[in-house]
Nanobody
Framework: QVQLTESGGGLVQAGGSLRLSCAAS????????MGWFRQAPGKERESVAA????????YYADSVKGRFTISRDNAKNTVYLQMSSLKPEDTAVYYC????????????WGKGTLVTVSS
């Protein structure tokens, strides 16, 4: 059974940085594109970033372009989201997703990790 486990969330001040990690188990995630989504309180889940299986291609939502960087280490079956210049509006639960196609999610989700950005 495929499992995705996120880590790295927490409380950070506006302007700060965090790095999220997503470890995949039960599959060879290196053969799949992967992505990050987020859901803020009272809002729908939205796409944040995605990366191809090779890491050659990436996608970013306009709201995070230039501030967030997605990367992967296929040897470790892990995807990362480096978040910089964080804003209070980045506060959300961040979810890892397997087989992401740009802004469209695949069917496998992690349980999420909470990021809170204080002003």
């Amino acid at each position: 059974q495929v499992q995705l486990t996120e880590s790295g969330g927490g409380l950070v001040q506006a302007g700060g940085s965090l790095r999220l990690s997503c470890a995949a188990s039960g599959c060879t995630s290196s053969t799949f594109p992967m992505g990050w989504f987020r859901q803020a309180p009272g809002k729908e889940r939205e796409s944040v970033a995605a990366i191809s299986w090779s890491g050659e291609y990436t996608y970013y939502a306009d709201s995070v372009k230039g501030r967030f960087t997605i990367s992967r280490d296929n040897a470790k079956n892990t995807v990362y989201l480096q978040m910089s210049s964080l804003k209070p509006e980045d506060t959300a639960v961040y979810y890892c997703n397997l087989d992401t196609d740009g802004s469209d999610p695949g069917s496998v989700w992690g349980k999420g990790t909470l990021v809170t950005v204080s002003s």
